[in-house]
């Protein structure tokens, strides 16, 4: 089996006018990004470059250029911002920190007003060495928050349970974003099938008590692209249309301090699948590790560096804490590489 790796990307004005000649082709449906190189891979490690010009436009490319369906109504030709809502009080950043629904309620507007497009409300910590926390629970987290919150924003739920998920999409949540791919809960895929709720399919290896106790990969890029693909084959078998999956590679989530940097460095190969990515590395072990920052919450600048330089490889979908700050760095991106896009 071969593999696709887009590189050699243009953005912006260049992107632009590099697509319009044809010499070019859009990363992952987004006209701001082109790509004029691929990488092609095999098993064992046999790599090479090729302009498209060498290449014939078989199904790959054409998955890797294809426009994206919108997910829950939001368009996916631009990159979208997903804040986060810990209702938890142990998550690895700012557990105990929302310890009401109304401060939940209250971080989850300031996120909105700060330009996240999507409030991700979880009540379950799934960082390295956390336990299992029953429904009951996480729903009393939860519930109140999505409520009042659901109305005037676009909701996320984080769960793995069938039974959360499905409380949460009829209090109003329209996302379900679940660390283990629909394969923690057998009735899941159920519940997100006849809702037509849109889901986000991340891949992790083992559950999160024992997932980075010696993770171990052939090739993790592969690896990870090739297991999100069955689980993206299981969802739409089981009556989930390709256009309501996105997919998220899991930064941190069974992988060591390498596998991830190899992830990232890697991440435009995942636009083969087809669907929307989403990637969240904000204030994780990862950023800690390279800035040598130990303290979660003082890792804003490096979280914000990583958004970026994945923003940069077509992610749709950034999962982050800092919301105003991400946002403030796309945008000066986004007017550095193309001027005509923004007023002055």
């Given at each position: 089996?071969?593999?696709?790796?887009?590189?050699?990307?243009?953005?912006?004005?260049?992107?632009?006018?590099?697509?319009?000649?044809?010499?070019?082709?859009?990363?992952?449906?987004?006209?701001?990004?082109?790509?004029?190189?691929?990488?092609?891979?095999?098993?064992?490690?046999?790599?090479?470059?090729?302009?498209?010009?060498?290449?014939?436009?078989?199904?790959?490319?054409?998955?890797?250029?294809?426009?994206?369906?919108?997910?829950?109504?939001?368009?996916?030709?631009?990159?979208?911002?997903?804040?986060?809502?810990?209702?938890?009080?142990?998550?690895?950043?700012?557990?105990?920190?929302?310890?009401?629904?109304?401060?939940?309620?209250?971080?989850?507007?300031?996120?909105?007003?700060?330009?996240?497009?999507?409030?991700?409300?979880?009540?379950?910590?799934?960082?390295?060495?956390?336990?299992?926390?029953?429904?009951?629970?996480?729903?009393?987290?939860?519930?109140?928050?999505?409520?009042?919150?659901?109305g005037a924003h676009l909701v996320s739920v984080d769960t793995?349970k069938a039974e959360v998920m499905a409380a949460a999409l009829?209090?109003?949540?329209?996302?379900?974003?679940?660390?283990?791919?629909?394969?923690?809960?057998?009735?899941?895929?159920?519940?997100?099938?006849?809702?037509?709720?849109?889901?986000?399919?991340?891949?992790?290896?083992?559950?999160?008590?024992?997932?980075?106790?010696?993770?171990?990969?052939?090739?993790?890029?592969?690896?990870?692209?090739?297991?999100?693909?069955?689980?993206?084959?299981?969802?739409?078998?089981?009556?989930?249309?390709?256009?309501?999956?996105?997919?998220?590679?899991?930064?941190?989530?069974?992988?060591?301090?390498?596998?991830?940097?190899?992830?990232?460095?890697?991440?435009?190969?995942?636009?083969?699948?087809?669907?929307?990515?989403?990637?969240?590395?904000?204030?994780?072990?990862?950023?800690?590790?390279?800035?040598?920052?130990?303290?979660?919450?003082?890792?804003?600048?490096?979280?914000?560096?990583?958004?970026?330089?994945?923003?940069?490889?077509?992610?749709?979908?950034?999962?982050?804490?800092?919301?105003?700050?991400?946002?403030?760095?796309?945008?000066?991106?986004?007017?550095?590489?193309?001027?005509?896009?923004?007023?002055?």
């Open positions: 089996m071969q593999y696709f790796r887009p590189i050699s990307l243009v953005f912006g004005a260049d992107a632009r006018r590099t697509i319009a000649a044809g010499d070019a082709l859009p990363l992952g449906g987004m006209a701001h990004i082109g790509f004029t190189h691929v990488e092609v891979i095999e098993r064992g490690g046999a790599r090479s470059t090729l302009p498209l010009a060498e290449l014939q436009h078989t199904d790959e490319l054409a998955r890797i250029a294809a426009p994206r369906s919108a997910f829950a109504g939001l368009g996916m030709n631009a990159t979208r911002i997903m804040g986060i809502v810990n209702v938890t009080p142990d998550s690895f950043s700012d557990g105990g920190k929302l310890e009401t629904a109304q401060a939940a309620i209250r971080h989850g507007k300031r996120l909105a007003d700060e330009g996240a497009d999507i409030l991700d409300v979880g009540g379950e910590s799934t960082r390295p060495g956390s336990d299992t926390v029953e429904a009951t629970e996480e729903l009393g987290r939860i519930i109140p928050v999505i409520e009042r919150l659901a793995r009829y209090t109003g949540a329209k996302i379900v974003n679940d660390v283990s791919a629909l394969g923690h809960d057998a009735m899941s895929t159920r519940v997100v099938a006849s809702a037509s709720a849109p889901v986000v399919l991340m891949h992790a290896q083992g559950e999160p008590k024992t997932m980075q106790l010696n993770p171990r990969y052939l090739d993790v890029v592969l690896d990870v692209y090739d297991a999100l693909a069955e689980r993206v084959a299981f969802a739409e078998a089981a009556g989930i249309p390709r256009s309501h999956i996105c997919v998220d590679p899991g930064i941190g989530f069974g992988k060591t301090y390498r596998q991830n940097l190899e992830l990232l460095a890697g991440l435009s190969l995942f636009h083969g699948l087809g669907v929307a990515v989403l990637v969240g590395l904000s204030r994780k072990g990862i950023v800690g590790a390279v800035t040598r920052e130990k303290v979660a919450a003082k890792r804003v600048s490096g979280s914000v560096g990583g958004a970026l330089a994945v923003a940069m490889q077509g992610a749709h979908i950034l999962r982050v804490h800092d919301v105003a700050e991400t946002r403030h760095a796309l945008e000066m991106f986004t007017a550095s590489v193309d001027p005509d896009s923004v007023d002055p």
